[in-house]
């Protein structure tokens, strides 16, 4: 379950993680698009700082995108969002969503 903060900042929903400074995290994203809808500008992003484009496969094809972060060696929490450019219409579906520490 994840918090929504689009009325102070525009980023939309977050979950906040307890991590280890220094490691590197990688996140995977599955979505898909929805019929008739723009899924231009969602993104996929780490504590406000690293972000990509979610890909969205067509025709309800569900596409995976994956990015990796760093943490700061002093920082203990990670917080991903999943945002769309202060639209309120998101227009795709997630399927999953999967945090995993790298070695």
Do not use: M, W
């Not at 280890?20 to 969602?42: E, H, I, M, W």
């Not at 700061?72 to 219409?89: A, C, F, G, I, V």
């Not at 399927?95 to 520490?101: A, T």
Request: with cysteine; hydrophobic share 30%; glycine share 8%.
């Amino acid at each position: 379950h994840a918090e929504d903060n689009c009325t102070k900042t525009g980023q939309g929903p977050f979950k906040d993680f307890a991590v280890t400074g220094g490691k590197t995290y990688r996140v995977s994203v599955v979505a898909s698009n929805l019929p008739d809808r723009n899924s231009q500008g969602f993104s996929v992003q780490f504590n406000l700082k690293k972000s990509k484009a979610v890909a969205v496969g067509t025709g309800g094809r569900e596409v995976l995108t994956t990015l990796e972060f760093t943490v700061p060696e002093s920082e203990k929490t990670l917080r991903l969002y999943l945002y769309s450019n202060y639209d309120r219409t998101p227009a795709l579906q997630i399927h999953r969503v999967v945090l995993e520490e790298l070695p």
